[in-house]
């Protein structure tokens, strides 16, 4: 079977490999095609596809969107965006200036709480954004705590004491931007969104596609078989496309394998094709 795996992360955003290097090791394990779809930026997205070309690979061009949404996390990924796209470049760099102006601020808290990390510390363990996850990687390096589990839960997570919160776009925005930018609109991981009932997810699913969703993110490592198999039916249902992936962040997601998530996780090359069919439509 021809393996895929449509949501990875470089080290433009929290991956642990760069975009060249998360390209070759997608050759290595015989993918038949991944997205790159970093946190909030596209700044990975040259140097993966121009490995993606120098290896004949198939690279589709994305990203990962947090909107804002109060009762869980709602991330929106895009796929086939152009990422060269003026307006689509000067809209992310505000999510870009959100990061600069709330990481001094957990970096206080923590210095507040005791933790005498250092901004430049983070610095040194990011590729360039930062994020949650590379002052998790910091304060593990310093010894702080004894894992990067510790550091969400204990600090880092909502409502936690050094969680500061972020500007996000409101979900209809954020999939605004990724279809001007002739991007797909996908819901990530359902699952984060915390709906307490199947009724609830129905109405927000519906109200997103009102707005231009055309995806759900159905395969995912962390989802459970029954889960799965409820978002494939919501998929059908609603008429929405179903995607798949691992979420793979190299080591800074432990148990996160590109193609095999924790293990069970196949997305077949069929996904990727009626996202492409599609976009051709579009
Ligand atoms: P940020 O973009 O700075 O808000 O950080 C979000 C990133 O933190 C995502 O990649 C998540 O995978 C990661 N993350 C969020 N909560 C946790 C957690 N409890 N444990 C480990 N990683 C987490
Ligand atoms: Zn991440
Ligand atoms: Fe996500
Ligand atoms: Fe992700």
Redesign the pocket.
């Known amino acids: 079977m021809n393996l895929i795996d449509l949501h990875t992360?470089s080290n433009a955003s929290?991956g642990s490999l760069a975009p060249g290097e998360l390209v070759a090791y997608a050759v290595q394990k015989g993918a038949a095609a991944i997205a790159l779809t970093d946190?909030?930026t596209v700044a990975g997205l040259p140097e993966a596809l121009r490995a993606a070309e120098a290896s004949h690979f198939e690279l589709v061009p994305g990203l990962e969107i947090?909107a804002d949404y109060s009762d869980g996390g709602m991330h929106i990924l895009g796929y086939f965006i152009n990422h060269t796209d003026p307006v689509f470049q000067l809209e992310l760099e505000r999510l870009q200036e959100a990061?600069r102006e709330r990481n001094p601020k957990i970096i206080a808290r923590l210095q507040e709480l005791g933790i005498p990390i250092t901004y430049d510390q983070v610095l040194a363990v990011s590729g360039g954004q930062i994020?949650?996850?590379h002052i998790?990687q910091a304060m593990l390096q310093i010894g702080a705590v004894q894992n990067?589990?510790e550091a969400?839960?204990h600090y880092?997570?909502k409502g936690a004491p050094a969680y500061v919160e972020?500007f996000r776009f409101p979900p209809d925005r954020a999939m605004a931007l990724i279809l001007q930018a002739g991007g797909l609109p996908v819901l990530a991981h359902p699952f984060t969104l915390n709906c307490t009932t199947r009724e609830q997810l129905i109405r927000l699913l519906r109200e997103l596609k009102e707005q231009g969703l055309q995806g759900l993110e159905c395969l995912y490592s962390e989802h459970t078989p029954e889960q799965s198999r409820e978002y494939l039916a919501l998929a059908e249902k609603l008429g929405l496309l179903v995607t798949g992936g691992s979420?793979f962040?190299g080591k800074n997601?432990e148990g996160v394998e590109m193609l095999t998530g924790t293990g069970a996780l196949r997305i077949p090359y069929e996904r990727l094709q009626s996202l492409k069919d599609l976009k051709a439509s579009h």
Do not use: E, I, N, Q
């Open positions: 992360h929290d946190h909030d947090s990061r994020g949650r996850p998790a990067l589990d969400f839960t880092l997570t972020k979420d962040h997601k």
